[in-house]
């Protein structure tokens, strides 16, 4: 019965597996649930070469974890970085907690990792997972504007020169209080025929074609322009923008930024610029200066989605870094996920002993931002609190949020009542 919805939204599937058995059963159930175009492959290199062959992606997969040759955790790292964002649904013999740690790490990479189930496969379990896939809950608005045809580099060039990449700014709030402590600025992109392009769909390939600085020049400018006009309203805010790794080899960097900021007027201090826990290691060497002289002039320094570099302590210590910024898969879920919760608390405690702030991003729920409060974590951010908005946005939704700001702040102990 369940047949029809899914088959008439997933037009074709890849089920990687090396058991011959295992895969069999799998390709029956999916035939079972109206599935008719089905694709196999015996482990993970096999289904990197199948995929390069295929005009049309299969619209899912499902990946065994353990296979000898290239298992699935490093197919689907292969995944990420060949830009292979398909839907996963994770299959494994071992326990709960090794597959929702490899359903985060899938999100931690940006990969749409729609379940992840135990074997045996059962029609229900799969049937069920698949359904919730093909209702479309699980298709992220980005995922869809990402299938529409690429934007190419002359459209995003004159883009940049036209001022239609414009910056939006989500709210960081102080876990403590609930007062908002600055924003970060995010780019979007506001095409005129294809609307809000988000900027997953962009970042990349400014970064290809040379346009990065441009980018990031324009949405600082912005940025700081913003921060002057609020500092004069009264509202200070500290304001963070994304800053590419490729940016830390680009000559006379230092003193563009710096230029631009006296033109604003404003201190360095107001400012933070984020940079990937990825990126970072992978430039250490030619960014190092870079990076020390930022920090020396006293701008402030984040390594952005912590936890998905798989960087050391020593090298993080090397960095003159002043904040962690936990990444949202760590995050969401924490409260009722015991391994989230480990790293969490590990990250916390390393970003206390090098004396930084920290920020944990992808805050949804209360009950992830209570726990965050009694892990003592500093500054959160997140839908829960509010979602990117315009500029001009900002002011009024500080003065209506405010009621729920003071919900957001820590219980008073009993004796501070009244
Ligand atoms: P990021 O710097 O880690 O930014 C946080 C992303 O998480 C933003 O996505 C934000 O909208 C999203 N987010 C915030 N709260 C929540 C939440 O509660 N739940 C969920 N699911 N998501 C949340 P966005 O704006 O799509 O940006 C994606 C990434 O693109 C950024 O990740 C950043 O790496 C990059 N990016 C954005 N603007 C720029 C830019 O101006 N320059 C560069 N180099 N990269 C940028
Ligand atoms: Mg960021
Ligand atoms: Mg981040």
Not at 244 to 267: K, N, T
Not at 371 to 392: D, H, S
Request: glycine fraction near 8%.
């Amino acid at each position: 019965m369940a047949a029809v919805p899914v088959a008439s939204r997933i037009a074709s599937l890849l089920v990687v597996d090396d058991s011959a058995v295992q895969r069999q059963h799998a390709v029956a159930l999916c035939r079972e649930l109206g599935i008719e175009s089905i694709y196999e492959a015996g482990n993970g290199s096999e289904a990197l070469e199948l995929l390069a062959m295929l005009v049309l992606r299969p619209s899912l997969m499902i990946v065994d974890l353990e296979m000898p040759g290239m298992d699935g955790v490093e197919l689907i790292q292969q995944m990420h970085q060949r830009r292979l964002d398909i839907p996963l649904v994770v299959v494994s013999r071992h326990d709960t907690a090794l597959i929702q740690s490899v359903e985060t790490l899938g999100g931690a990479l940006g990969l749409h990792v729609v379940a992840g189930l135990q074997k045996p496969l059962t029609a229900a379990r799969l049937g069920s997972a698949l359904a919730r896939h093909s209702a479309g809950d699980s298709v992220a608005p980005e995922q869809k504007q990402r299938m529409l045809a690429p934007p190419d580099k002359a459209e995003l060039a004159q883009a940049i020169d036209r001022g239609d990449i414009v910056a939006h700014y989500q709210p960081k709030v102080d876990i403590g209080t609930g007062i908002v402590r600055g924003v970060e600025a995010l780019a979007r992109w506001q095409h005129p025929q294809k609307g809000m392009i988000q900027p997953d769909n962009f970042i990349a390939l400014a970064e290809q074609e040379g346009l990065i600085r441009a980018l990031t020049m324009s949405i600082l400018g912005q940025a700081l322009a913003q921060a002057a006009a609020w500092n004069t309203r009264g509202l200070k805010l500290s304001v963070a923008v994304n800053f590419s790794p490729l940016l830390l080899d680009s000559p006379g960097i230092v003193e563009e930024i710096s230029a631009l900021l006296e033109r604003h007027s404003l201190q360095a201090g107001q400012v933070v610029l984020e940079i990937t826990e990825g990126s970072v290691v992978a430039y250490l060497g030619a960014g190092l200066g870079v990076l020390a002289r930022l920090r020396l002039k006293g701008f402030g320094l984040s390594i952005d989605d912590y936890g998905t570099g798989f960087s050391s302590m020593q090298q993080l210590a090397r960095i003159p870094f002043t904040e962690l910024k936990i990444d949202r898969s760590f995050v969401h879920g924490a409260h009722r996920r015991k391994n989230l919760r480990v790293i969490l608390q590990s990250a916390l405690d390393l970003a206390s002993r090098l004396e930084l702030v920290t920020v944990a991003e992808g805050i949804e729920t209360m009950e992830d931002w209570r726990l965050l409060q009694q892990f003592g974590c500093t500054i959160g951010q997140g839908y829960l609190i509010a979602r990117p908005m315009a500029a001009a946005a900002l002011p009024q939704w500080l003065k209506s949020d405010h009621q729920r700001l003071r919900e957001l702040r820590a219980e008073p102990l009993p004796s501070c009542l009244d």
